[in-house]
């Protein structure tokens, strides 16, 4: 009955994570998956999120309503957007919490092509390989823009420019406000000014995916093009994950906002995102939605847990110091600043795939073979053996 079901080969970033776990040399290291982990080698949980559980507690939980706990929309608007930012007040903002970031883009994937049928959708180049299947399997025809330049491991800014000024209206651009998956190469508030002026002439849909609030600067410049884009009025839609800053992976914790450009059509766009909801999923999970509305609300747990989170942004940036330390120790006439410049818990390490295959069979340390490092799975008990196996490659 089911022989014509075409093969599924597998998600490559969960392949590895499956080699990895069958390789018995007691040495190995994974740098692959997008987790964060402390400088003992384990994910944590932060303290203001420990507390708000326990306040929880795991007693029985009724279905939330299907765009979500109202007041986790409330406080994931004010994250976002600034606690005073005026749009705020103005009913246009549509806030639906949904099954952590991929939730969001799913959701506001299918909203954009039901409704503005002839949409055609980029990513950069690269990206989070799930963009493209998110948007495909919503029914999008997905090309990508020229992003990141493997000779400078920087930004093709001009090219980026020059490929926006060529699309059509309406068309949807994926965009990451801050520490982009995979480069960690990010755009400067000039660069942003510069490519919002062009979403804007052009009427362009900006789609900001946010995975990663409070990694990159702070949360408040880390949110710098979502709320230039909001004073400019575009037609933004913006996804966020609690996934990694409140350690909610598995519970499933993010949002979909939507600027529209009045109150009545914000009615109209929430309705039909409750519509979808309801004929997919009919509510998002509790658990999580509560425990960050919980830390968002209460003003000393919000500070402590932003607190923590720059806790990692900063052994992040430690991280990536002492690897740019001594591969320019060892290897003194490269040039590895890109290390330090890039930012979140990814970096575009340059490395080539045979490269990265050598760091796999020589030194059992596990990258994706686009060269992507999750920094964030590096300590002080494997930076030495990684730095040197790097340095060793990089010859
Ligand atoms: N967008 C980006 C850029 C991501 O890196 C991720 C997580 N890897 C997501 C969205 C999805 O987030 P979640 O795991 O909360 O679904």
């Given at each position: 009955m089911y022989q014509h079901v075409q093969h599924y080969a597998g998600d490559p970033i969960l392949s590895l994570v499956e080699t990895f776990q069958n390789d018995p040399r007691p040495n190995k290291i994974s740098l692959a998956i997008g987790i964060y982990f402390d400088n003992n080698g384990k994910m944590p949980l932060?303290?203001?999120v420990l507390t708000a559980e326990k306040q929880i507690g795991f007693g029985v939980k009724s279905y939330l309503p299907m765009e979500g706990h109202a007041g986790f929309r409330t406080e994931v608007a004010k994250l976002i957007l600034g606690a005073d930012n005026p749009v705020l007040t103005e009913n246009r903002v549509v806030v639906v919490q949904t099954l952590g970031g991929s939730g969001a883009l799913k959701l506001g994937a299918e909203f954009i092509h039901r409704w503005l049928p002839q949409t055609k959708m980029y990513v950069s180049d690269p990206t989070w390989d799930n963009h493209r299947?998110?948007?495909?399997?919503?029914?999008?025809?997905?090309?990508?823009?020229?992003?990141?330049?493997?000779?400078?491991?920087?930004?093709?800014?001009?090219?980026?420019?020059a490929f926006f000024n060529t699309l059509p209206?309406?068309?949807v651009v994926l965009?990451?406000?801050?520490?982009?998956?995979?480069?960690g190469v990010d755009l400067s508030p000039e660069q942003w000014d510069t490519i919002l002026q062009i979403v804007a002439e052009r009427k362009l849909i900006p789609f900001m995916d946010m995975a990663y609030q409070?990694?990159?600067g702070d949360f408040d410049s880390d949110a710098y093009a979502i709320r230039k884009a909001v004073a400019m009025n575009?037609?933004?839609?913006?996804?966020?994950?609690?996934?990694?800053?409140?350690?909610?992976?598995?519970?499933?914790?993010?949002?979909l906002l939507v600027l529209a450009p009045n109150a009545a059509e914000a009615e109209l766009v929430l309705g039909q995102m409750k519509l979808n909801v309801r004929h997919i999923y009919s509510s998002p999970p509790a658990q999580g939605g509560l425990i960050a509305y919980y830390v968002l609300s209460n003003k000393e747990l919000l500070i402590q847990w932003q607190t923590e989170v720059y806790e990692m942004r900063?052994?992040?940036?430690?991280?990536?110091?002492?690897?740019?330390?001594?591969?320019?120790?060892?290897?003194p006439e490269k040039d590895f600043s890109y290390f330090i410049k890039q930012r979140g818990m990814f970096s575009y390490t340059g490395l080539t795939v045979a490269q990265v295959q050598r760091l796999r069979d020589e030194f059992a340390?596990?990258?994706?073979?686009?060269?992507?490092?999750?920094?964030?799975?590096?300590?002080?008990?494997?930076?030495?053996?990684?730095?040197d196996a790097m340095a060793a490659v990089f010859k």
């Open positions: 932060p303290n203001s299947g998110i948007f495909e399997g919503a029914g999008f025809e997905v090309g990508s823009y020229p992003y990141y330049d493997a000779n400078t491991i920087g930004v093709r800014f001009t090219q980026m420019c209206e309406n068309t965009l990451h406000p801050c520490c982009h998956n995979p480069t409070g990694f990159g575009l037609p933004l839609f913006a996804s966020c994950s609690f996934s990694k800053n409140m350690s909610q992976y598995g519970q499933r914790v993010g949002a900063d052994r992040i940036r430690q991280m990536r110091q002492k690897l740019y330390d001594v591969l320019s120790r060892r290897l340390i596990y990258l994706l073979d686009s060269g992507r490092l999750c920094v964030a799975g590096l300590n002080d008990g494997n930076i030495d053996a990684v730095a």
